[in-house]
């Protein structure tokens, strides 16, 4: 079955603090993995997007890395803002349909206490 | 400046009510979808579209159906509303070629009572 599992559920941290999220995923075949921040009530916004090949991209204070062998990839966060309080989701394409199919995590939600 | 748009924002109807969800994108993109996410849930695709006059079922059931008459328009509308349909209804598009990204609507959240 092809899920999709994040880690952990909820993360506290204090502003100026790095954290790592976490997301391993069981879809094949693989085309693509993408990392989302969703602020309460609005929309996913897209943070970065990883195909197979690659196993690292940034994107400002984000970097995704991706590591096709082990199915796993994380998301990092240095010197968290406030703003940064959202849930990220972390969403994996299948290239098993011309859909191309998304299989959605539950997400982290991330606190930054000032 | 290229985006998607939903409207409302926030709806609350009572039961048995017909409702429409409206989303627009001004990007061009031929796929739009439609998605379903309670709190601390993950987004479910209860709608697609790939093109004028195209749409099919998503993974998740819903009483809703959708329309898609011009590119930029995807409208979601549900007959007869229950408190079994409150959730965050989200809209995206996505271009066929390209980075396969999606760009998601603000979302509506309805509450039907």
């Known amino acids: 079955k092809n899920q999709v599992e994040q880690s952990p559920q909820s993360l506290i941290i204090l502003e100026g603090k790095n954290c790592t999220l976490q997301?391993?995923?069981?879809?094949?075949?693989?085309?693509?993995l993408r990392w989302y921040k969703q602020d309460t009530g609005r929309g996913p916004v897209s943070l970065t997007i990883?195909?197979?090949?690659?196993n690292t991209k940034s994107n400002g204070r984000y970097t995704a890395t991706l590591d096709a062998d082990t199915k796993q990839s994380s998301l990092h966060i240095t010197a968290s803002q406030l703003s940064d309080s959202a849930s990220y989701i972390c969403?994996?394409?299948?290239?098993?349909?011309?859909?191309?199919?998304?299989?959605f995590g539950r997400g982290t939600q991330l606190t930054v206490w000032p | 400046e290229a985006d998607i748009y939903q409207t409302p924002r926030y709806l609350v109807i009572g039961t048995g009510k017909k409702i429409t969800l409206e989303c627009s994108q001004t990007m061009g993109h031929d796929k739009m979808y439609w998605y379903q996410q309670d709190p601390g849930m993950e987004l479910h695709l209860i709608h697609y579209?790939?093109?004028?006059?195209?749409?099919e079922k998503g993974d998740l059931s819903s009483e809703s159906t959708v329309s898609r008459i011009r590119t930029e328009h995807f409208p979601l509308t549900l007959e007869s509303a229950r408190p079994s349909h409150t959730s965050q209804y989200l809209c995206?598009?996505?271009?066929?070629?390209?980075?396969?990204?999606?760009?998601f609507g603000s979302g509506t959240r309805l509450t039907v009572v």
């Open positions: 969403v994996v394409s299948d290239r098993g349909s011309t859909l191309g199919r998304l299989y």
């Open positions: 997301c391993n995923y069981t879809v094949s075949p693989f085309s693509n």
């Open positions: 990883m195909t197979f090949s690659e």
């Open positions: 579209s790939y093109g004028v006059n195209s749409t």
């Open positions: 995206a598009s996505s271009a066929s070629r390209g980075d396969y990204g999606y760009t």
